[in-house]
């Protein structure tokens, strides 16, 4: 079993920035992908990024450079830095963990809220 914790949501205007984190525990092993989704009131979750084990980036048209993946393997943490934030950035982001197994496991999520 894989825990995911996320942190690092809130409040913030348009333009500005925020820090998402995700803490993992339990059965962790090499060669996983993680990433980050994201999901907005009445509409479908999708992908926001994710990062494979040895830190190769994929992100979405809609996030493409402004924000950045990474991940702190020793750590066991994945962060997702978010710059020149809009209001369509707006919904909760869930972290996303798939084991070699294919395993999948989920956080519960940490809300976003882009607004002046």
């Known amino acids: 079993q894989v825990q995911l914790v996320e942190s690092g949501g809130g409040l913030v205007q348009p333009g500005g920035s925020l820090r998402l984190s995700c803490a993992a525990s339990?059965?962790?092993?090499?060669?996983?992908?993680m990433g980050w989704y994201r999901q907005a009131p009445g509409k479908q979750r999708e992908l926001v990024a994710t990062i494979t084990w040895s830190a190769n980036p994929n992100y979405s048209d809609s996030v493409k450079g402004r924000f950045t993946i990474s991940r702190d393997n020793a750590k066991k943490t994945m962060y997702l830095q978010m710059n020149s934030l809009k209001p369509e950035d707006t919904a909760v982001y869930f972290c996303?963990?798939?084991?070699?197994?294919?395993?999948?496991?989920w956080g519960q999520g940490t809300q976003v809220t882009v607004s002046s």
């Open positions: 339990g059965s962790i092993f090499a060669g996983n992908t």
């Open positions: 996303y963990y798939k084991a070699l197994s294919h395993s999948e496991y």
